[in-house]
């Protein structure tokens, strides 16, 4: 049985002040969470998170990772310096990323392996813009983002990793994949890596992304192959963040 994991994903939102009283209002309400819960948090806030939730049942981590561990490469953050701050999870391949900031399959795989190699567990965006979608490409995107990473670091090392799938046109845009619709990307995902390990595949959580919100996670959490959530708008606020924790 797969632990259910909601994590938020605050983006570029967030100030000192808000995410000290998000973060009290997330402890306040974590005796009633059902699922794991973690948040991944602008770089510069982590030391600020680190303080506030060690100790606490509540998982951190950052929404990108460098894919160098040192040297040239202005503004970017290390995974040896995620490390010097406890964090336990990187997102990779947000669809932000990779539509807004360049970020090919390849840098995707890049990041997820740097991830690793500091003991972080990646989660791994995964998702197809609308016109894939409509165009009847959805597995055949997903497919080629997932087996970027297999291809790079093997599919064991999706055992230690979370999966999101994230329809682009999902995020933030008060769409939401039907509870169906999703089921049937994360089975595909679940399927295409039980035909390479059969038991990596019944163990790594693969969480659904896109407008997730307390009136819809019941509903989606509860279908076979979705473990959870990863959540943009409504973690920005404690008491919607905690209703969706408390399904599942
Ligand atoms: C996300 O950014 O990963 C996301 C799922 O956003 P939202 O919940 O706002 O759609």
Not at 121 to 144: H, N, S, Y
Not at 166 to 186: N, R, Y
């Amino acid at each position: 049985m797969r632990q259910t994991l909601v994590a938020g994903n605050w983006k570029l939102n967030g100030s000192k002040e808000s995410i000290q009283e998000l973060l009290k209002g997330i402890l306040a309400g974590m005796s009633e969470a059902k699922t794991a819960v973690a948040v991944c948090a602008p770089y510069i806030y982590i030391p600020m998170v680190q303080e506030i939730l060690s100790g606490t049942e509540v998982g951190f981590g950052s929404e990108s990772i460098s894919e160098h561990d040192s040297g040239a490469f202005t503004g970017e953050i290390s995974g040896s310096m995620l490390n010097d701050f406890s964090c336990q999870y990187a997102i990779v391949g947000h669809s932000e990323r990779r539509t807004i900031f360049g970020e090919k399959d390849a840098d995707t795989a890049n990041k997820f392996a740097a991830a690793r190699k500091y003991g972080l567990t990646p989660i791994l965006c995964l998702g197809e813009l609308l016109e894939e979608r409509e165009a009847g490409t959805t597995e055949e995107v997903v497919a080629r983002q997932l087996d970027a990473v297999i291809g790079l670091e093997g599919v064991g090392a999706l055992a230690d990793a979370v999966i999101a799938y994230e329809p682009v046109w999902a995020i933030g845009t008060g769409l939401t994949a039907s509870p169906q619709q999703a089921q049937d990307v994360h089975a595909f995902i679940r399927e295409k890596i039980a035909k390479l390990d059969a038991g990596v595949a019944e163990k790594v959580q693969i969480l659904y992304g896109g407008s997730v919100n307390g009136g819809n996670a019941d509903e989606l959490f509860s279908m076979p192959d979705i473990d959870g959530g990863l959540i943009g708008g409504a973690s920005l606020k404690a008491e919607d963040f905690l209703a969706i924790c408390r399904a599942g």
